[in-house]
């Protein structure tokens, strides 16, 4: 597969999941940032924290500072202070925002759904694994931190 052929598959994959994102925040009344907050939360237990977000969801931390403070005061979201580190915030959806997450889940299902249908077995396996393997890749070259290093060339 050549790179422009990934570029795009990437491409298509993310349009189809700011639209159904997109879609689902119009009907909350929520950006497609904070559900990506709410999503996160309740997908990584013990990855609470707004660096936890910004790390692994690569989302800019003016943006999710920004939809914390947006989600708190919408009373969706509940903040804590770590009881050995008084500097470190941890994040938790409130009760109220039960029913959102409930939605985020279904959609996102319905998204994996689409996204593999067709794809079944050995196939799927082989699909994570690549797929993790590919990420790994990318993430290894970001963290990367000597800019003497050759740069990687792409066909």
């Known amino acids: 597969m050549k790179m422009k052929d990934w570029l795009q598959t990437f491409l298509y994959i993310r349009k189809l999941y700011e639209r159904d994102m997109g879609e689902l925040g119009g009907q909350l009344g929520l950006t497609v940032t904070e559900l990506e907050i709410l999503s996160f939360l309740h997908n990584n237990p013990g990855r609470d924290t707004a660096s936890d977000i910004v790390e692994l969801r690569m989302i800019p931390k003016a943006n999710v500072s920004q939809a914390v ?35 985020i889940v279904r959609v996102n299902d319905r998204y994996t759904r689409c996204l593999f249908r067709g794809i079944g077995g050995d196939d799927l396996a082989l699909c994570a694994r690549v797929g993790a393997q590919v990420a790994e890749n990318a993430r290894r070259a970001l963290d990367q931190s000597d800019p003497r290093k050759e740069p990687v060339t792409h066909e």
Do not use: F, N, W, Y
């Not at 947006?70 to 979201?77: Q, S, T």
């Not at 804590?80 to 938790?92: A, G, Y």
């Open 69 to 103: 403070e947006r989600l708190m005061r919408k009373g969706l979201l509940e903040r804590t202070s770590d009881p050995c580190d008084r500097r470190r915030i941890h994040l938790k959806a409130s009760p109220q925002a039960a029913p959102a997450v409930g939605r």
